[in-house]
């Protein structure tokens, strides 16, 4: 039996059942009428049986015509029971003028009506609350009040949770706002029982026919809600695969803290990492009544990094972006919160520009530097060498030495994981930063923490925005092969786990390597399809997706750390600590000077050639390079 044929039949089952009902309750009203008040007509059983059957048709005509029919009984609720009582009214209009037709209501006690109608109401509601108590143990959910607006939901999770959510909803205010019709429960199956009286409608494996039925009974499709195990990726997948052929909204719960608040499931969601405990103390005690300085400060992790800081209460937080629309941003979000302990500080300038970084660090003073100004996308990078280099090398040594010249105690250098085993320019230009800022500290007496992570999901050109717009415009969506995989991570979780690795810098002359635990990679393929899913298109049938192949410098998989690095857990869950060997040669300092002075001079292959040899994981790529170069 098909999900629509499943819903018919329910539906006249339901009529079925209301009609009975109002053929019973007019032969009872009239029997009981004929016994106690006055005697019976002529001919009793041809005037009970022809009002009964009258008022049954006005009772199938009404009940079909106000959409009776279509209501489940286990999910009723106050607007429900109003329009049965609407529809046995417009019932006995119906009934009065046709009986008058028949034989002129002679043998017919008028007042019976007034017996028939509560006899009837009484069966019907009687037959719901049964049916309410059985499945969902609230047999008077009938008589509570639910907007006639209100989303219907299907809730998607485990036990606990989705008992938390229904227990919110029910205590808060804006509980009504939502209509629960059933939930999927992703742990076990055990269809007709129910969670604080919601009925359990299924498994994931039901969950396509649940929508199916329910979006014939009521006319329109449900929502999905997801909270709790339904948020894991492979299981919010099914969902979307599920939902997208039917056209209905996937919703995520905001927060384990606030779960009565519902919206539209985003990228982010589908990482669904399990909530950090993060102890924000040592962080505070790092930044608060600080001075600190942040460069690229008008990017997308560097805004964050900022907001964040800004939220610790610094003595100080100086701004330095090269963007002047970023910096005016970025401004502009800190000037407005109004902290009037925070002096805000806003420099325009580019860390190539030595005298502009070291005024900036003459004029501020910081205690804490946040380096996160650099060129990162690497198919622009591989066009532009020599750009990528005096920003990302070149940049780095100068922001650090001008750190350690204006006595900053802690240095901190956001970093890639494409500095693994580069093949392409803008990760072996963050793997020398990496090695040039570790000299530096050793030589310097500062603390450093270089912190090395994945992409940070929906920023500046990386893929999310690029899908969505694709999306927005039809498509097709672009993919550079189908096996390619990232890591990925919120800019909210990657920034605060920056700074906590900031924190675990704790001795002099440090020299820390840090590693953010990114979770598992996510294939590229699999988050285009996912994001045409969540606009309730289907991939390949809505909206295309197209391979493009990989770009000069990609990689179809990325690495975090190198084979013969050791990694040690640390004591923030998130961070990992990684044991730093940095051998280089004994001409490196030269060799640094020779890359930059070629660099300055536009000559990409000596600035290639000299890349490749202070950085020897990636001279195997430069070689390559070089050949296609000149061939």
Same mark, same amino acid.
């Given at each position: 039996?098909?999900?629509?044929?499943?819903?018919?039949?329910?539906?006249? /089952?339901?009529?079925?059942?209301?009609?009975?009902?109002?053929?019973?309750?007019?032969?009872?009203?009239?029997?009981?009428?004929? *016994?106690?008040?006055? &005697?019976?007509?002529?001919?009793?059983? =041809?005037?009970?049986?022809?009002?009964?059957?009258?008022?049954?048709?006005?009772?199938?005509?009404?009940?079909? /015509?106000?959409?009776?029919?279509?209501?489940?009984?286990?999910?009723?609720?106050?607007?429900?029971?109003?329009?049965?009582?609407?529809?046995?009214?417009?019932?006995?209009?119906?009934?009065?003028?046709?009986?008058?037709?028949?034989?002129?209501?002679?043998?017919?006690?008028?007042?019976?009506?007034?017996?028939?109608?509560?006899?009837?109401?009484?069966?019907?509601?009687?037959?719901?609350?049964?049916?309410?108590?059985?499945?969902?143990?609230?047999?008077?959910?009938?008589?509570?009040?639910?907007?006639?607006?209100?989303?219907?939901?299907?809730?998607? %999770?485990?036990?606990?949770?989705?008992?938390?959510?229904?227990?919110?909803?029910?205590?808060?205010?804006?509980?009504? *706002?939502?209509?629960?019709? &059933? +939930?999927?429960?992703?742990?076990?199956?055990?269809?007709?029982?129910?969670?604080?009286? +919601?009925?359990?409608?299924?498994?994931?494996?039901?969950?396509?026919?649940?929508?199916?039925?329910?979006?014939?009974?009521?006319?329109?499709?449900?929502?999905?809600?997801?909270? %709790?195990?339904?948020?894991?990726?492979?299981?919010?997948?099914?969902?979307?695969?599920?939902?997208?052929? $039917?056209? *209905?909204?996937?919703?995520?719960?905001?927060?384990?803290?606030?779960?009565?608040?519902?919206? $539209?499931?985003?990228?982010?969601?589908?990482?669904?990492?399990?909530?950090?405990?993060?102890?924000?103390?040592?962080?505070?005690?790092?930044?608060?009544?600080?001075?600190?300085?942040?460069?690229?400060?008008?990017?997308?992790?560097?805004?964050?990094?900022?907001?964040?800081?800004?939220?610790?209460?610094?003595?100080?937080?100086?701004?330095?972006?090269?963007?002047?629309?970023?910096?005016?941003?970025?401004?502009?979000?800190?000037?407005?919160? !109004?902290?009037?302990?925070?002096?805000?500080? =806003?420099?325009?300038?580019?860390?190539?520009?030595?005298?502009?970084?070291?005024?900036?660090?003459?004029?501020?003073?910081?205690?804490?530097?946040?380096?996160?100004?650099? /060129?990162?996308?690497?198919?622009?990078?591989? !066009?532009?060498?020599? !750009?990528?280099?005096?920003?990302?090398?070149?940049?780095?040594?100068?922001?650090?030495?001008?750190?350690?010249?204006?006595?900053?105690?802690?240095?901190?250098?956001?970093?890639?994981?494409?500095?693994?085993?580069?093949?392409?320019?803008? %990760?072996?230009?963050?793997?020398?930063?990496?090695?040039?800022?570790?000299?530096?500290?050793?030589?310097?007496?500062?603390?450093?923490?270089?912190?090395?992570?994945?992409?940070?999901?929906? *920023?500046? %050109?990386?893929?999310?925005?690029?899908?969505?717009?694709?999306?927005?415009?039809?498509?097709?969506?672009?993919?550079?092969?189908?096996?390619?995989?990232?890591?990925?991570?919120?800019?909210?979780?990657?920034?605060? /786990?920056?700074?906590?690795?900031?924190?675990?810098?704790?001795?002099?002359?440090?020299?820390?390597?840090?590693?953010?635990?990114?979770?598992?990679?996510?294939?590229?393929?699999?988050?285009?399809?996912?994001?045409? $899913?969540? $606009?309730?298109?289907?991939?390949?049938?809505?909206?295309?997706?197209?391979?493009?192949?990989?770009?000069?410098?990609?990689?179809?998989?990325?690495?975090?750390?190198?084979?013969?690095?050791?990694? !040690?857990?640390?004591?923030?869950?998130? +961070?990992?600590?990684?044991?730093?060997?940095?051998?280089?040669?004994?001409?490196?300092?030269?060799?640094?000077?020779?890359?930059?002075?070629?660099?300055?001079?536009?000559?990409?292959?000596?600035?290639?050639?000299?890349?490749?040899?202070?950085?020897?994981?990636?001279?195997?790529?430069?070689?390559?390079?070089?050949?296609?170069?000149?061939?």
């Amino acid at each position: 039996m098909t999900p629509r044929d499943e819903a018919r039949r329910a539906m006249i /089952l339901t009529l079925s059942f209301d009609v009975v009902a109002a053929a019973v309750a007019m032969a009872f009203a009239l029997l009981w009428r004929w *016994s106690v008040v006055n &005697g019976a007509p002529p001919n009793p059983a =041809a005037t009970a049986f022809m009002a009964s059957s009258i008022f049954a048709f006005a009772a199938l005509l009404s009940f079909w /015509l106000v959409g009776v029919h279509k209501q489940v009984w286990r999910h009723m609720g106050w607007g429900d029971a109003v329009r049965v009582v609407q529809a046995v009214g417009l019932a006995v209009l119906f009934f009065l003028p046709v009986l008058f037709l028949w034989n002129r209501l002679v043998g017919f006690p008028r007042s019976s009506i007034l017996a028939a109608a509560p006899i009837w109401l009484l069966i019907i509601f009687a037959a719901r609350i049964v049916a309410i108590a059985r499945s969902t143990r609230t047999p008077f959910q009938i008589f509570r009040n639910v907007r006639k607006d209100a989303p219907l939901v299907v809730l998607a %999770g485990d036990n606990e949770c989705v008992a938390r959510v229904i227990r919110d909803l029910s205590k808060s205010p804006d509980g009504a *706002s939502v209509r629960i019709l &059933g +939930v999927i429960d992703v742990d076990s199956v055990d269809p007709g029982r129910a969670i604080r009286g +919601v009925t359990v409608l299924g498994d994931l494996d039901d969950i396509g026919n649940v929508l199916d039925v329910l979006s014939v009974r009521y006319g329109t499709t449900p929502w999905v809600a997801v909270t %709790g195990a339904a948020r894991d990726r492979q299981i919010m997948t099914r969902i979307l695969e599920e939902t997208s052929a $039917r056209g *209905s909204k996937v919703m995520a719960l905001e927060s384990e803290a606030n779960q009565n608040r519902f919206h $539209r499931i985003r990228a982010a969601d589908l990482l669904a990492r399990p909530e950090r405990d993060l102890d924000i103390t040592p962080v505070a005690r790092l930044i608060s009544g600080a001075n600190v300085l942040v460069t690229g400060a008008g990017g997308t992790i560097g805004s964050e990094l900022v907001r964040q800081c800004a939220q610790l209460n610094p003595a100080r937080l100086a701004l330095y972006e090269a963007s002047e629309y970023n910096l005016y941003r970025i401004n502009l979000a800190m000037t407005a919160q !109004e902290r009037p302990d925070t002096a805000i500080s =806003a420099f325009l300038g580019d860390v190539r520009d030595v005298p502009r970084i070291e005024g900036a660090m003459k004029t501020t003073a910081p205690d804490v530097v946040i380096h996160a100004a650099a /060129l990162k996308h690497v198919p622009l990078m591989e !066009e532009n060498v020599c !750009e990528a280099i005096l920003t990302n090398v070149g940049g780095t040594i100068n922001t650090v030495r001008a750190a350690s010249q204006a006595g900053v105690k802690n240095f901190v250098l956001i970093s890639t994981d494409k500095a693994v085993d580069p093949d392409n320019v803008m %990760g072996a230009t963050k793997r020398l930063a990496e090695i040039a800022v570790s000299r530096i500290a050793e030589k310097s007496g500062m603390d450093v923490a270089m912190v090395r992570f994945g992409n940070v999901l929906g *920023s500046s %050109g990386s893929v999310v925005p690029l899908f969505q717009e694709q999306i927005e415009a039809g498509g097709p969506v672009t993919v550079t092969d189908p096996d390619v995989t990232r890591y990925f991570m919120t800019v909210e979780e990657a920034s605060a /786990l920056v700074l906590q690795s900031a924190s675990l810098n704790g001795h002099a002359n440090g020299r820390n390597l840090f590693v953010l635990n990114m979770g598992e990679p996510v294939k590229i393929s699999e988050l285009a399809e996912a994001m045409i $899913r969540m $606009r309730g298109k289907v991939p390949g049938r809505d909206i295309d997706i197209r391979y493009t192949g990989l770009r000069p410098g990609e990689k179809l998989h990325e690495k975090l750390t190198y084979e013969d690095e050791g990694v !040690e857990k640390t004591t923030v869950p998130g +961070v990992m600590s990684v044991a730093v060997k940095n051998g280089v040669k004994l001409n490196f300092d030269e060799l640094i000077e020779q890359l930059l002075d070629a660099a300055r001079q536009r000559d990409r292959l000596e600035a290639l050639r000299l890349l490749s040899e202070l950085v020897p994981d990636y001279t195997a790529y430069g070689q390559k390079y070089r050949a296609l170069k000149r061939a």
